[in-house]
C-alpha cells in the first residue's frame, strides 16, 4: 500500500484485516512516496514473494531521481516489473479528464475515489478486485459511462513536460530531462497548448489548465 498518509494506510489496513474471508492470510507492506514504493517491489521480487494487490496512491512524492513524479508513473512501472500483481487506484481526483487517461492507460484492476470509499465498499472492493476485477467506485463509473466532450490522453513524455514545467524547469532545459530534442520538445509544448485550448500560448496558462484538469 503507497499513501503519503500513514493513517489514511492504518484505516485501509484495519478494514481488510477483520473484514478478510477466513482462508485469506493477508501480508501487507506499506510505502508513503515513490523511492520506499519501489523499494518494496524490488524486494519482493528479488525474495520471490511478489505482491499480488498494489494499493497506489495518484498523488504521492515523487521519487528522489524525478523519474517517478506521482502514483500513475509508479503504477506504470509496476506494470512491467510485476506484470501478474492487480494494481489498485485511489485517489481524490474526481475529473472525467484524468479518470478517463488512468484507465485508458493502465487499465487497473481497481479504481476507487477516496470520497466514495467506506469501510463496507473498500472491504468488497478488495474482494471483487482479488476474484473478478476490475471493481471501479460509482464516481468512476459514473464518469466512465459519460461521453466527454474532449479526449484529453497524455503520454509519459507530455505529461513529464508539464511536470518539469511545473516545476520551473525552462524550455530550453526540459531536453535535459526527456529522451526528445530542443525541438521535439517545443513541439509537444505546442501540441499540449492547443489540446488544452490555451489561447494566450503562455506556459503558466498551460500549467494552470494541467493543474485544474488534475493532470499534474
Known amino acids: 500500500m503507497t499513501d503519503d498518509h500513514p493513517m489514511i494506510i492504518e484505516g485501509y489496513?484495519?478494514?481488510?484485516l477483520s473484514t478478510k474471508k477466513p482462508n485469506q492470510e493477508l501480508i501487507m507492506?506499506?510505502?508513503?512516496?515513490?523511492?520506499?514504493?519501489?523499494?518494496?517491489?524490488?524486494?519482493?521480487?528479488?525474495?520471490?514473494?511478489?505482491?499480488?494487490?498494489?494499493f497506489i496512491d495518484i498523488k504521492i512524492p515523487p521519487s528522489s531521481d524525478g523519474k517517478f513524479t506521482s502514483g500513475q508513473d509508479l503504477a506504470r512501472y509496476a506494470r512491467k516489473i510485476l506484470p501478474e500483481?492487480?494494481?489498485?487506484?485511489?485517489?481524490?481526483f474526481n475529473e472525467t479528464y484524468?479518470?478517463?487517461n488512468i484507465v485508458e492507460e493502465l487499465k487497473p484492476e481497481g479504481?476507487?475515489?477516496?470520497?466514495?470509499?467506506?469501510?463496507?465498499?473498500?472491504?468488497?472492493?478488495?474482494?471483487?478486485?482479488?476474484?473478478?476485477?476490475?471493481?471501479?467506485?460509482?464516481?468512476?463509473s459514473k464518469y466512465l459511462k459519460q461521453t466527454i466532450i474532449s479526449d484529453i490522453y497524455l503520454d509519459d513524455k507530455n505529461r513529464r513536460i508539464l511536470y518539469l514545467l511545473s516545476q520551473g524547469v525552462?524550455?530550453?532545459n526540459l531536453a535535459e530531462h526527456i529522451d526528445l530534442s530542443l525541438s521535439g520538445v517545443e513541439k509537444r509544448k505546442k501540441q499540449l497548448k492547443l489540446l488544452f485550448g490555451i489561447e494566450d500560448g503562455q506556459d503558466e496558462?498551460?500549467?494552470?489548465?494541467?493543474?485544474?484538469?488534475?493532470f499534474i
Open 111 to 140: 479504481f476507487l475515489i477516496k470520497s466514495d470509499l467506506t469501510s463496507r465498499e473498500l472491504a468488497s472492493a478488495f474482494q471483487a478486485i482479488l476474484n473478478n476485477p476490475p471493481f471501479y467506485s460509482g464516481t468512476v
Open 29 to 54: 507492506q506499506t510505502a508513503n512516496n515513490c523511492d520506499e514504493s519501489i523499494t518494496a517491489m524490488h524486494r519482493s521480487i528479488s525474495r520471490g514473494e511478489h505482491f499480488d494487490v498494489l
Open 170 to 172: 525552462k524550455t530550453k
Open 205 to 214: 496558462s498551460l500549467i494552470i489548465e494541467a493543474k485544474n484538469l488534475g
Open 85 to 92: 500483481a492487480k494494481i489498485v487506484i485511489l485517489t481524490m
Open 13 to 16: 489496513q484495519n478494514t481488510l
Open 98 to 100: 484524468r479518470i478517463h
